[in-house]
T-cell receptor, first 112, second 115 residues
Framework: AQSVTQPDIHITVSEGASLELRCNYS??????LFWYVQSPGQGLQLLLK??????LVQGIKGFEAEFKRSQSSFNLRKPSVHWSDAAEYFC??????????FGTGTLLAVQP | GAGVSQSPSNKVTEKGKDVELRCDPI?????LYWYRQSLGQGLEFLIY????????KSGLPSDRFSAERTGGSVSTLTIQRTQQEDSAVYLC?????????????FGPGTRLTVL
């Protein structure tokens, strides 16, 4: 079955600290992988995506993610978190039709 | 340019009533998607339109849900005889067609509350 698992429902980090959000997927074909961010009352915004090639992808707002096929993972990282990064983060997988399967999300809180 | 817009932003209805939710995609985008975001279920795919092809309805949860896309642009999601479990945020996304993958752009959503 196709699925995405985000094991961390809620994470709190201090401003300036590093961040890693975990994502594991199950997908029968070559996956397209995505991270989206949703701020309160806002729609989903694409942070970054992976299709092929270099397994370390750079996105907006200083985020990056690494695709590890052997671990079926696509973890999101940021070296130094800003208070404005507080939001909910969703990992998603898709295929040729680009119909997305989302994880349940990780809610990030940033402490001053 | 203008993004994906959805209306209404909020809808409160009584159980058993029908509702219509509207999505205006980005001009020129040929692919349109509906998703539902609810507590306990996360974000779920509902339906996908691509050009003039038959829509992929595989995510619709019951026959009370239907959607259409007129003229390859505006889409309406209709829920008949609403139930309390239909309460959720309904998100629409559109995508420019082309080779490979193009980003899906999401609208702000319609929050549906069924009393």
């Amino acid at each position: 079955a196709q699925s995405v698992t985000q094991p961390d429902i809620h994470i709190t980090v201090s401003e300036g600290a590093s961040l890693e959000l975990r994502c594991n997927y199950s997908y029968g074909a070559t996956p397209y992988l995505f991270w989206y961010v949703q701020s309160p009352g806002q729609g989903l915004q694409l942070l970054l995506k992976y299709f092929s090639g270099d397994t370390l992808v750079q996105g907006i707002k200083g985020f990056e993610a690494e695709f590890k096929r052997s671990q079926s993972s696509f973890n999101l990282r940021k070296p130094s978190v800003h208070w404005s990064d507080a939001a909910e983060y969703f990992c998603a997988v898709g295929g040729a039709t680009n119909k997305l399967i989302f994880g349940t999300g990780t809610l990030l809180a940033v402490q001053p | 340019g203008a993004g994906v817009s959805q209306s209404p932003s909020n809808k409160v209805t009584e159980k058993g009533k029908d509702v219509e939710l509207r999505c205006d995609p980005i001009s020129g985008h040929t692919a349109l998607y509906w998703y539902r975001q609810s507590l306990g279920q996360g974000l779920e795919f509902l339906i996908y339109f691509q050009g003039n092809s038959a829509p992929d309805k595989s995510g619709l949860p019951s026959d009370r849900f239907s959607a259409e896309r007129t003229g390859g642009s505006v889409s309406t999601l209709t829920i008949q005889r609403t139930q309390q479990e239909d309460s959720a945020v309904y998100l629409c996304a559109s995508r420019e067609d082309g080779l490979g993958y193009n980003e899906q752009f999401f609208g702000p959503g319609t929050r549906l509350t069924v009393l």
